[in-house]
């Protein structure tokens, strides 16, 4: 019987416990992205990066000319040729078909470590002022919701116009 007490006692302990702690947190939520975008650094990197992209751009175009002339070429000549002739330019080609698709796979990496590099300081002061914003509201945890499906949100707890606020940004 002092044991069913004792058990029956920590039981009771630990609910309240828990009720308690769930009273403390406050969860608000920001669409992380539009606040980034609302800022006007946004536009700057937005530019660079336009740029930086255009050079791949560039010359992907060209290495695909490149690829479609010699393709054209080798369709309209491949009956005249030998066999030995047509087996190189086949192997031509395909090695500059993997060269296109190698570039390609290379510019993609460059331009997202160069959007990564770009974004970051404009992310880092978002952040910041995030949190700043939810230390002064009693936030205890904030919910991106440009990325996460909230099915039911009180306006109230929608950070985004305190952050902007917060940042400078009508």
Do not use: H
Not at 37 to 54: G, I, N, V
Request: net charge positive; charged share 25%; hydrophobic share 40%.
């Amino acid at each position: 019987m002092k044991n069913l007490f004792k058990v029956a006692l920590v039981a009771i302990v630990m609910l309240l416990a828990g009720n308690f702690a769930q009273a403390q947190s406050k969860i608000g939520y920001v669409n992380f992205g539009e606040v980034v975008r609302a800022m006007p650094e946004f536009k700057t990197m937005q530019t660079a990066l336009d740029s930086y992209q255009k050079q791949f751009a560039d010359q992907f175009t060209v290495m695909s000319n490149e690829y479609q002339a010699k393709g054209a070429d080798f369709q309209k000549n491949a009956a005249a040729m030998t066999d030995a002739v047509r087996a190189a330019k086949q192997t031509e080609l395909q090695d500059l078909q993997k060269r296109i698709q190698d570039y390609q796979t290379d510019a993609q990496q460059k331009i997202e470590a160069k959007s990564n590099e770009l974004s970051k300081p404009l992310v880092d002061k978002a952040r910041a002022a995030l949190s700043e914003v939810a230390k002064e509201k009693g936030y205890t945890y904030v919910l991106d919701s440009g990325t996460t499906n909230l099915l039911v949100s009180p306006d109230a707890d929608d950070l985004a116009a305190a952050v902007k606020t917060k940042l400078g940004l009508k």
